[in-house]
């Protein structure tokens, strides 16, 4: 079985960074897709950002630019560098592992918060 472990959240004022990171252990099938969501008090979860094995990347509109997810497929572990930080980015941030054109499914992480305030 597959466990994912997130690190990295924790209360940052805004304009201000954090980098975190999932890692991922078990039986793990490439080609795969490794994903940020986020999910905010009384909103839906959403998609952050993502990055398949082979590289390709997908942001959130609210995110383009301020965000970026990287990954090392030799660890498999996945990274969200995350700048420019504002208020309504606070939300837990969920890791997910999924096959490559099923983003979303498969194996979550336990999610790790983020709180941007002064």
């Known amino acids: 079985q597959v466990q994912l472990v997130e690190s990295g959240g924790g209360l940052v004022p805004p304009g201000g960074s954090l980098r975190l990171s999932c890692a991922a252990s078990?039986?793990?099938?490439?080609?795969?897709?490794m994903g940020w969501y986020r999910q905010a008090a009384g909103k839906q979860r959403e998609l952050v950002a993502s990055?398949?094995?082979?590289?390709?990347?997908n942001y959130s509109d609210s995110v383009q630019g301020r965000f970026t997810v990287s990954r090392d497929n030799a660890k498999n572990t996945v990274y969200l560098q995350m700048n420019s930080l504002k208020p309504e980015d606070t939300a837990v941030y969920y890791c997910?592992?999924?096959?490559?054109?099923?983003?979303?499914?498969?194996?979550w992480g336990q999610g790790t918060q983020v709180t941007v305030s002064s």
């Open positions: 990055m398949t094995s082979d590289g390709t990347t």
């Open positions: 997910n592992l999924a096959v490559r054109w099923r983003p979303g499914t498969g194996y």
């Open positions: 078990g039986y793990i099938l490439r080609p795969d897709v």
